[in-house]
Every structure is written in structure tokens, then in C-alpha cells.
């Protein structure tokens, strides 16, 4: 789990830039450590940050941002107080920033539940 934990966390920008691997790798290691340990609710929030950081990038589509909301939701019915959970909805939930200031415009279409 501790290693699909550091590729989740590093750096956006090797994201940006198209290599997804990283990412990718750390989503197969959290749902082995999930496989393990159904009840791990840091490998559930830790996959819903990773799942996020696909959608954030392009990776996936809907269904991945559908995945990360689920994972997220189900470390916070395992451990409440999941800070790490806690934080994968915070950004899950705002939309991303433009120019480096808060948009104020129309809500992101990606956001709004069909």
C-alpha cells in the first residue's frame, strides 16, 4: 500500500506531460492492498485520490470519476475521520482552477450528476 501511496502522491506534472504510468501502476498496487484487506480505508481514499488524478488528466472518462467518488465514499463508511478520504473529496468535488484564479463561470460539466 505504501507504494501505491508515493506513485499516487507524485508530481502533477509528470502527469501533465502524458506519463500516466506512475498513476497507473499505483492504481493496480491499492486495489491489490484493497484485495488484501477489505477494510483498508486508506487504500480505498488513496485509490480514489489516484482514480481523481487519471480523470484530472484525461486518462478516463466519467466511469473513473465515478470510481474515485465510490472508493472515496467507501473509505469514509469504513473510518470516518479518514483525513486522507476527507481530502481525495475535497478535490474530487472542486472544479479546477483556470489561469490560477477561481473560475466564475458555469459549474464544469464533468461535475454535474446525470
Wanted: glycine share 6%; with cysteine.
Amino acid at each position: 500500500m505504501l507504494r501505491g501511496r508515493q506513485l499516487a502522491k507524485r508530481n502533477p506534472a509528470s502527469h501533465a506531460s502524458g506519463n500516466h504510468s506512475d498513476v497507473e501502476l499505483a492504481v493496480q498496487l491499492l486495489q491489490r492492498a484493497i484485495a488484501l484487506d477489505p477494510n483498508f480505508a486508506d487504500a480505498y481514499a488513496w485509490l480514489g485520490y489516484a482514480l481523481h488524478q487519471q480523470f484530472k488528466y484525461a486518462v478516463g472518462g466519467r466511469a473513473v470519476l465515478d470510481a474515485a467518488i465510490a472508493n472515496t465514499d467507501k473509505a469514509l463508511s469504513l473510518d470516518p475521520t479518514c483525513l486522507v478520504a476527507m481530502l481525495a473529496k475535497t478535490f474530487i468535488s472542486s472544479p479546477p482552477a483556470t489561469s490560477g484564479r477561481a473560475s466564475t463561470g458555469p459549474p464544469d460539466a464533468r461535475f454535474e450528476r446525470q
